[in-house]
């Protein structure tokens, strides 16, 4: 055992103790367990892993966001294979560089995969969808096809999780750049623009920002994708803020995305739904959040606030959008009230860790038939800021959220995504290195326990 091995163990345990008197100003509907679980460090030290997979023959398929690579890791002896280098990848402290990957699904047959990254044209900065061939003798992805590129990319909510669907599509979660927002303030949040017939001829793609988007495996338009304003692209759904979780349950398609202060959301994706960004968050309640549009601010970069409260009449109400296509979330992490203490002097600088929000990286989904018999189809999600996963039992039909929400393996990182192994025994994390963090005291932290290192929490059956 390494004294990682040792310190992710007496994290694990530590977190255990802490479920026992959890403050009351965070997670106020998820609920704590104590499953006998127990934790190890499977490898240490990744350069950012963002994206894990199921790749070839049970090993574990990992990007690096700033490595700039795809590696192969044994779960079972951590023995790591670099599969890929790639470097045009264009990386960045927190949202650029290699995101996610995703098998085809005939991957037996054609050995194909496909990943997304940020890179540079000249000076600017885009984001492209990038087709290998899996080499399986020589252990490396070769024959790289940009499938699309010349989209959208930013400094913030980049999105990039791919997703292959039961109809053979490859679907795309893109961010909105985080337009609106902080230094962002004054540039146009344009997760409502839909693209115009002009825009699509000519390869502009640039209101492809907070959309989810739905390609053919060779990067085309898909004749069945939804008219949007009479136009056809690549657009699935629109009005998404940072969504970095997708995944399919038979062919329902899960997603989730961080909100604003309050509403991070579980959602299902649905063929030309609007998500409500950044008119709504949530629900449309009027509850601790109202747009306002800050690009239309007169000296935007002078003028202080955020975008986080309703400031004043410029903001407008959600409940002023009476949006047909409007598709609720079937869950919340968390509706807050307006008179929520969105500024806790206890968090100082950092008063976003103190929020209700759980910054949701990725989520998986646990089986009806699966061997843990309380997680049976559940939807697990993977928390950045609270450093813990999420279990969010589903209904018998899958169509929404039921019940409690439960919260296991709260250890001082950020859980950047959850994958469950196949025999549904092991719950597989990767750590971000760096950020900011509740520790298991509840209290903000700077220094991550397991900065870049791959975690497993393995089920014992009694
Ligand atoms: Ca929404
Ligand atoms: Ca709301």
């Known amino acids: 055992m390494t004294k990682r091995n040792l310190f992710g163990l007496i994290g694990l345990l530590v977190a255990m103790l802490a479920m026992v008197a959890w403050p009351a100003w965070a997670d106020p509907m998820a609920i704590p367990t104590s499953e006998p679980f127990t934790g190890r460090v499977v490898i240490q030290g990744l350069e950012a892993p963002w994206g894990m997979i199921w790749g070839s023959e049970g090993k574990l398929w990992i990007t690096e ?73 020589a252990k490396k992805l070769i024959e790289p096809v940009d499938i699309l590129a010349g989209l959208p990319a930013w400094t913030d909510h980049q999105g990039g999780r791919l997703a292959f669907g039961p109809d053979g599509m490859l679907y795309f979660s893109k961010g909105e750049l985080g337009h609106n927002q902080g230094a962002n303030r004054c540039l146009l949040n344009e997760a409502q623009r839909l693209p115009t017939a002009a825009e699509v001829a000519a390869k502009d793609f640039s209101a492809y920002v907070g959309k989810i988007l739905r390609l053919t495996p060779d990067g085309g338009i898909p004749q069945d994708n939804p008219l949007l304003n009479g136009v056809r692209s690549h657009v699935f759904t629109l009005g998404h803020r940072n969504p970095q979780g997708l995944v399919f349950v038979g062919d329902r398609l899960f997603e989730v995305e961080q909100g604003p202060s309050t509403d991070d959301e579980l959602n ?195």
């Open 268 to 462: 299902i994706i649905v063929s030309g739904g609007n998500y409500g960004w950044p008119l709504i968050a949530g629900y449309p309640d009027d509850q601790a959040y109202a747009y306002i549009n800050w690009s239309e601010v007169p000296n935007c970069d002078k003028v202080p606030g955020n975008v986080y409260l309703p400031a004043d009449q410029s903001s407008i109400k959600e409940t002023s959008h009476n949006r047909e296509d409007y598709k609720e979330p079937i869950r919340t992490f968390y509706t807050m009230p307006s008179t929520y203490n969105f500024a806790d002097a206890k968090f100082g600088d950092l008063a976003y860790l103190g929020w209700a929000t759980i910054a949701p990286s990725s989520l998986d989904y646990y089986p009806a038939d699966g061997p843990i018999e309380l997680w049976r189809n559940s939807i697990v999600i993977s928390s950045l800021k609270n450093g813990a996963i999420y279990r969010v039992p589903l209904s018998a039909d899958q169509k929404q959220a039921q019940g409690d929400i439960f919260k296991y393996f709260h250890t001082r990182n950020r859980y950047r995504q959850v994958l469950i192994s196949p025999d549904g025994l092991a719950i597989y994390v990767i750590c971000d290195n760096a950020g900011n963090v509740i520790d298991e005291k509840g209290l903000p932290s700077q220094t991550m326990a397991n900065p870049g290192d791959l975690l497993v929490f393995e089920y014992k059956k009694q």
């Open 65 to 137: 966001r700033q490595g700039k690579r795809v590696v192969e890791v044994n779960p079972l002896d951590g023995l790591k294979t670099v599969l890929l280098e790639v470097p045009e990848v264009h990386s960045g402290p927190q949202h650029e560089g290699l995101l996610g990957l995703v098998l085809a699904p005939d991957f037996d047959k054609s050995s194909l995969v496909f990943l997304n990254y940020t890179y540079m044209d000249g000076q600017k900065e885009l984001h492209k969808i990038v087709r290998y061939k899996y080499d399986a003798k």
